[in-house]
């Protein structure tokens, strides 16, 4: 963002005594460099040549190509981040700072583009966007007064990367792609501590630190904390329970690990966590569910619709029902047997419109979205 009309041209010709270069940008520009950065001025479609020359054993040899290049639109980006019911600083300086990244997403892939830090009133803005989609993420500042009372969240109210809400940027500058923090209810004190570090095991290149690792404690975060410089992480003054880890990076999968944090255990260390860029652990570890026979009904619907499917083991489900603009409307948290199930959900006080439902894993893994409309 910011960096309107910039291009990197790169010459991959392959052959022997390569030494002459030469770049028209098809703007009056030209370059004699192997690979170059150029800047067009104004947005355009143009053509660009590139052509490169040597002397071999016959004798000088040359070759050419064209290309079309044409400029992408930009867009302005902007939105307000919320701390519970109210964005940050509004109406009352509460003196917190939300740290906003913006990421671009193409398929299921994420790449931060951007970040700054915001604290006016709670709106954030990204100015001079390219065209695409993309998804927002807030977070407080360790320096906030309301530091780790909410969870870091992305556009839809959501804590996981895989269940964002996308911001479409390709016919308008948009400029209410609010990101809602939730309620973190503080834990108990005991005299609990987990310590772990994050283990990248696939051949890609994912950097560990400052990154964020939940806590859930009976199918919610309870509790969540950064890596520090080389991945590592602590949890410290945790009451005795059961517990659950798992790392939350834009675009990359996390395992999640179960943790017996009771009877006269008071100190897990030495844990690792694993993270990946492809969906790559093993199928005993895959949280996903097998669906079959699944349908919602009726649809449309007025006050009450049901949930029928058929799954392959006992799972525990979270489901959520999200209403065209990300807002969750139901959250519920439920255990099924194995083979048919029902579930019914009441969608009285829900204004008519189109909604998704979202069934998940307790770790938040999407497993099944059905659509249906309300009456």
Known sequence: PGNINHYWFNDTSTGNNISNWYWDFGDGFISYLPSVEHTFSEGSTYTVCHAVGGNGPGGYCADTMYSTIITPTYYNLGGQVFAGNFPINNPNNTGDTAVVRLYRKTGIHFAEVASGQYFEYGYYFFLDVMEGNYVVHAELTPGSSAYQDYLPGYTGETRHWQQSQPVNLNTNDVFDANVIMPDLTPLETGP?????????????????????????????????????????????????????????????????????????????????????????????????????????FPNPATDIIMLEFTVNEPVNLISEVYSSTGITCISNHNSFDAGQNKANFNIGSLSPGIYLLALKSKEGQVLKTLKFAKR
Request: net charge negative; aromatic share 10%; hydrophobic share 35%.
């Open 192 to 296: 609990g501590t987990i310590e772990g570090s994050l283990l990248c095991i696939d051949n890609s290149y994912i950097d560990l630190r400052n990154r964020i690792i939940f806590l859930s404690q009976g199918g919610g975060i309870a509790a969540y904390t950064h890596t520090n410089e080389i991945g590592e992480f602590v949890f410290t003054n945790l009451p005795h329970s059961n517990y659950t880890l798992m790392a939350e990076i834009a675009g990359k999968y996390s395992r999640s690990l179960d943790i017996d944090l009771t009877g006269t255990i008071t100190i897990l260390s030495g844990l690792q966590l694993e993270v990946s860029s492809s969906y790559v652990f093993s199928k005993e570890d895959n949280p996903y569910t097998s669906f079959s026979d699944t349908r919602l």
